[in-house]
């Protein structure tokens, strides 16, 4: 199971950081994903990080705005968002897959998901 919270209402420029429980399954399902969808658009993968190694990947279009990041302690997996834009405004959902194809399968094609958590950037 994966709980998404710390979405809200920011101004352009703002931050915010999201965060993802993941429970069940997690000694398997290491590789995590952040993803978003905006109304009327596909979704699409934002950031991913691997537990062993912590070895991460960013969506390119991002410009090193967001920073992905995991406390195993508390499994859980946040997400670091500066200089928002309104076009960051979307639905943000955690996703959770299998190490072994982690960096393989697309990040919209993660077997476990959680059920998002709205940014407004406005």
């Known amino acids: 199971q994966l709980v998404e919270s710390g979405g809200g209402s920011v101004r352009a420029g703002g931050s915010l950081r999201l965060s993802c429980v993941a429970s069940?399954?997690?000694?398997?399902?290491?590789?995590v994903a952040w993803l978003r969808q905006a109304p009327g658009k596909e979704r699409e993968g934002v950031a991913r990080?691997?537990?062993?190694?912590?070895?991460?990947y960013y969506n390119p279009s991002l410009e090193g705005r967001f920073t992905i990041s995991r406390d195993d302690t508390n499994n859980t997996i946040y997400l670091q968002m500066n200089d928002l834009k309104p076009e960051d405004s979307a639905t943000y959902y955690c996703a959770m897959e299998i190490a072994s194809i982690c960096t393989t399968r697309k990040m919209v094609d993660f077997r476990q998901w959680g059920q998002g958590t709205q940014v407004t950037v406005s």
């Open positions: 069940g399954y997690t000694d398997d399902y290491t590789c």
């Open positions: 990080i691997l537990k062993y190694g912590g070895h991460t």
